[in-house]
């Protein structure tokens, strides 16, 4: 076995670097300033970053983390898009467990608005098409969740991961499931897909973080 063998990395991603990297996320958040209700995404993403990178215990990590990562397509010649938060196991560039950041329950124009169906289609959709994580069996969705109401959220997002299941490659009915690697955690989840390339079913790990006043 090599390093550059996708099955061992996925075996590491996760029975360690998930639950670690999880982990490091729910750490700095509890650290920094909540968004506000109409903060963008990148915002938020920038001050959780910072936060991972500046805490105490960030030696203990043996990972790289990466902010705005671009993805490129080397058969194509060309970019397929920009990872948010990226956590790098190796000097492999093609490893990687990658958490897509989408603001949910956010102030648009002075409406509040859901965007479930952004965090489903903007976002879930990249791992599952292979814009994202191409030679990994592992990704996540960091959901912000800008009003406080992480129940609302997940319920919305759940109907949306509903509507859409066929293009996401999910069985009927298309649910999410308890998390695997955060079993214990009711706002942590992932969902299984199957993607056109692969063999194997594609997990995306789901966690949902709550943002302005509790």
């Not at 397929?80 to 790098?88: A, E, H």
């Not at 479930?116 to 976002?123: C, F, K, L, P, Q």
């Not at 969705?141 to 129940?151: A, E, I, Q, S, T």
Request: aromatic share 8%; glycine share 8%; proline share 4%.
């Amino acid at each position: 076995m090599t390093a550059g063998d996708t099955a061992y990395w996925d075996d590491l991603f996760v029975e360690r670097l998930i639950p670690s990297a999880l982990g490091l996320v729910l750490d700095a958040w509890d650290r920094i300033a909540r968004p506000a209700g109409d903060e963008h995404e990148d915002v938020t993403s920038v001050h959780l970053y910072s936060a991972m990178k500046t805490g105490k215990d960030r030696q203990r990590h043996p990972f790289l983390i990466r902010y705005q990562d671009v993805e490129v397509d080397t058969d194509l010649g060309k970019a397929t898009g920009r990872k948010d938060i990226v956590f790098f196991p190796a000097n492999e560039e093609d490893i990687y467990f990658c958490l897509e950041a989408k603001r949910l329950n956010a102030l648009v124009a002075g409406v509040r608005r859901s965007l479930a169906y952004e965090y489903v289609r903007e976002g879930m959709q990249r791992f599952v098409d292979g814009k994202y994580s191409r030679h990994v069996r592992h990704g996540g969705m960091l959901g912000y969740v800008l009003d406080n109401d992480v129940d609302r959220a997940m319920d919305k997002v759940a109907t949306a991961i509903h509507l859409h299941h066929q293009q996401l490659g999910m069985e009927s009915p298309g649910e999410m499931r308890a998390s695997g690697v955060r079993p214990g955690d009711p706002h942590a989840k992932e969902t299984h897909h199957k993607r056109q390339t692969d063999v194997a079913l594609f997990r995306i790990h789901h966690l949902f973080v709550p943002g302005g006043p509790g």
